[in-house]
């Protein structure tokens, strides 16, 4: 893997679930860590939801093979968050992509 092409800034959150006095389950983010990726965008797509145009854009991250993330974390990139849809690990380059899809909030 050429770290050259590494010029993003992701930022990744860790998903918590606690739960209250009444049993009820919340769910928090809270940040991990920031490192370096690859940002490939592969398509997006623009729908009408309720009269309101959405856009979903799913791009895939490309980082070092040393960090830990698994699939119910988020990332961040430009302000936009992201769930994690699958991770493919790649031996070869020492790296991991990260394919995700944008989320509505």
């Known amino acids: 893997?050429?770290?050259?092409?590494?010029?993003?800034i992701i930022t990744l959150y860790k998903r918590n679930v606690s739960?209250?006095?009444?049993?009820?389950?919340s769910v928090e983010y809270t940040k991990c860590y920031d490192c370096r990726a690859?940002?490939?965008?592969?398509k997006s797509t623009r729908t009408t939801i309720n009269?309101?145009?959405?856009?979903n854009f799913i791009p895939s991250f490309i980082i070092r093979y040393y960090h830990d993330i698994d699939e119910t974390m988020l990332v961040e990139h430009k302000g936009i968050k992201y769930r994690i849809t699958s991770?493919?690990?790649d031996?070869?380059?020492q790296s991991k992509s990260i394919?995700?899809?944008s989320l509505n909030e």
């Open 1 to 8: 893997m050429q770290a050259g092409k590494l010029k993003d």
């Open 19 to 25: 739960r209250d006095a009444y049993n009820q389950q």
């Open 99 to 101: 394919f995700c899809e």
């Open 38 to 42: 690859q940002v490939i965008y592969n």
């Open 87 to 89: 991770i493919l690990f």
């Open 91 to 93: 031996n070869n380059n």
């Open 51 to 55: 009269d309101e145009v959405v856009i």
